[in-house]
């Protein structure tokens, strides 16, 4: 016998029962974009690996060791699936001068792909929402990203979710910053580990973001970023934080959040939770005013998040706010030769009229398909034997309980009616 062949280490299937939840949420977040006037575009999982090299950064964790790249066989051409979603929408907004006669909201969903050790919340494919916006300068759409976020977490029924934000000035300030504060880790340089210390003189910043403990006094003695703000800067912090304060918008700054991406610049933040340990972080984003013009776009400001929507329905689990199962309104029941053939025009009818029919294919005898339609969780069997099928009529069968077992035949052209009835009579 042949080995059955798995799914590929950390690129999981969703099976039906979580992909209805993953529905429900993916409903929610369209409802939820739309009223804030966020428009869909749907991006290409390839692009040009040159693409994520020139956006996120030469020196960062996702470009040197996490992505999934390869050459095209046919002309050459170097191709990467994308680790995230922010360079492909620009490239986007670039490549079909998206943003050049009015700002655009936008949003995309779908799976992204990183080479990591996977862990519950963190897999080699996994799904984000992105949310993106071009042309907004201010610090007002920062704070109705922000806020977008404390909206959907009500939304969702999830609490226990806080906000942390940071400034990272602009390019030239992190460049004084940057400095001084390799000089500072370089004092240390024996207890660091060894992402730190490659990271030292190629991505300073990233190890403020260190999860080891041993680092952790040491980190907490590092100069603050803060420090190294002009004017500018300051004035498009202090002005989102007072957008958030007069809509009553709870915050921590963190000086330490900096994000792993290097096109970040001013404003960046994180949704984190403490419910589902290590991979705390649901919602995280910032602007971006650089990226357009480095993929060769024309200045253009810019600012988004991401959403991991494995760690949001993770805590939706653990908040306890898994909606039951939607069942089927009818479960079809049928043997015969003549009552196959009406059982068919039958269920389509339904259909017709709004009801959900689960047709029983297979055969079988009334007995054992009987059995399958309670265990279906379906309100109603309809049966039809050869008996209804001369007559013109079906059998209904309540299958809830407190009615069950309930049972009368009707006319076929007045199956529906009785349906709904019955199921206005139970919502009444």
């Given at each position: 016998?042949?080995?059955?062949?798995?799914?590929?280490?950390?690129?999981?299937?969703?099976?039906?029962?979580?992909?209805?939840?993953?529905?429900?949420?993916?409903?929610?977040?369209?409802?939820?974009?739309?009223?804030?006037?966020?428009?869909?575009?749907?991006?290409?999982?390839?692009?040009?690996?040159?693409?994520?090299?020139?956006?996120?950064?030469?020196?960062?964790?996702?470009?040197?060791?996490?992505?999934?790249?390869?050459?095209?066989?046919?002309?050459?051409?170097?191709?990467?699936?994308r680790p995230e979603g922010t360079a492909g929408c620009a490239r986007a907004a670039i490549q079909h001068n998206l943003a050049a006669q009015h700002p655009r909201r936008l949003y995309y969903?779908?799976?992204?792909?990183?080479?990591?050790?996977?862990?519950?919340?963190?897999?080699?494919?996994?799904?984000?929402?992105?949310?993106?916006?071009?042309?907004f300068v201010g610090p007002d759409i920062d704070a109705e990203q922000i806020l977008m976020g404390a909206?959907?977490?009500?939304?969702?029924?999830?609490?226990?979710?806080?906000?942390?934000?940071n400034s990272l000035g602009q390019p030239d300030e992190r460049a004084s910053y940057r400095a001084e504060l390799v000089a500072y880790f370089e004092q240390y340089a024996d207890s660091l580990d060894e992402d730190a210390r490659r990271r030292l003189h190629t991505n300073p910043l990233r190890i403020?973001?260190?999860k080891n403990p041993a680092m952790q006094e040491m980190i907490a003695g590092a100069p603050q970023l803060m420090t190294h703000l002009g004017t500018d800067s300051m004035a498009h912090f202090e002005g989102l934080q007072r957008i958030l304060r007069d809509l009553g918008q709870p915050c921590e700054i963190n000086p330490r959040l900096v994000r792993g991406l290097d096109y970040y610049n001013l404003t960046v933040f994180e949704w984190v939770t403490d419910r589902l340990g290590a991979?705390?972080?649901?919602?995280?984003?910032?602007?971006?005013?650089?990226?357009?013009?480095?993929?060769?776009?024309k200045p253009t400001p810019a600012c988004g998040f991401a959403m991991g929507m494995e760690r949001i329905v993770n805590l939706l689990r653990e908040s306890g706010g898994e909606p039951e199962p939607e069942l089927t309104d009818v479960y079809l029941v049928h043997q015969g030769g003549a009552a196959s053939r009406l059982a068919a025009r039958v269920a389509e009818g339904l259909r017709d009229q709004g009801i959900d029919v689960l047709f029983h294919c297979g055969g079988g005898s009334f007995k054992s398909q009987m059995k399958k339609a309670?265990?279906?969780?379906?309100?109603?069997?309809?049966?039809i034997g050869d008996d209804e099928a001369e007559?013109?009529?079906v059998t209904l069968k309540t299958l809830r309980a407190g009615q069950r077992g309930e049972q009368k035949?009707?006319?076929?052209?007045?199956?529906?009616?009785?349906?709904?009835?019955?199921?206005?009579?139970d919502n009444a």
């Open positions: 016998m042949s080995q059955t062949i798995q799914s590929v280490r950390g690129m999981n299937d969703i099976l039906p029962e979580e992909a209805e939840l993953w529905g429900m949420v993916e409903d929610t977040v369209r409802s939820w974009l739309k009223s804030y006037g966020y428009r869909p575009i749907r991006l290409p999982i390839v692009e040009p690996t040159p693409l994520f090299t020139r956006a996120i950064g030469a020196v960062t964790d996702i470009v040197e060791k996490e992505m999934y790249s390869f050459e095209d066989s046919l002309n050459g051409e170097q191709l990467t699936l969903m779908g799976p992204m792909f990183r080479h990591e050790r996977p862990q519950k919340g963190r897999y080699r494919q996994f799904n984000q929402v992105g949310v993106e916006s071009f042309g909206r959907l977490w009500g939304d969702l029924g999830l609490d226990g979710v806080t906000l942390q934000i403020l973001d260190s991979q705390g972080t649901i919602c995280a984003g910032g602007r971006y005013d650089g990226l357009v013009e480095q993929l060769g776009g309670d265990a279906s969780g379906a309100a109603f069997a309809v049966i007559a013109g009529e035949r009707v006319a076929v052209d007045l199956a529906a009616d009785a349906i709904m009835d019955f199921f206005d009579g």
